[in-house]
């Protein structure tokens, strides 16, 4: 049993070890391939164009939150907005609405009735003192 748990902590110490061993391998081929590849446009619009340190990497977050942050305070009353419209108020205004609109139908056919029996009473003028030959004045 005491060979078993020495094999355990032997093995597990070796596990540790190549795993280490492994992410410090592909860490660096990850950083290679990174180095060789150009920052893309927003990366350049923000500053994150390279990070040598992890200052650079804070002062372009810092830089990029700064942008996004408003610029005037809140206002401190809420903006103000009328009370929404009730089924009744609906109803009023379609009435007053169609109320107007039969309101200047009305003087339209009023204003045109008078201007045709004013045209037709020239026409029964004109007949009628062409057909007497008289003058006008009689009517």
């Known amino acids: 049993m005491a060979k078993f748990r020495g094999f355990l902590k ?5 596990l540790l070890i190549a795993s280490l061993i492994l992410v410090t391998i592909v860490g660096c081929e990850k950083e290679e ?7 893309n446009a927003a990366e350049r619009a923000i500053g994150i164009t390279s990070h040598s340190s992890h200052w650079n990497k804070v002062r372009s977050w810092i830089n990029l939150a700064w942008h996004k942050l408003p610029l005037s305070p809140p206002s401190p009353e809420p903006p103000i907005e009328p009370p929404p419209l009730t089924a009744e108020d609906v109803v009023k205004e379609a009435v007053a609405k169609s109320y107007e609109t039969s309101k200047m139908t009305a003087e339209n056919a009023v204003k045109l009735a008078g201007e045709a029996m004013q045209k037709t009473a020239e026409k029964m003028k004109r007949s009628v003192s062409n057909v007497d030959g008289g003058d006008e004045s009689d009517l």
């Open 10 to 14: 032997f093995l597990m110490f070796f």
């Open 33 to 39: 391939k990174l180095e060789n590849q150009r920052p």
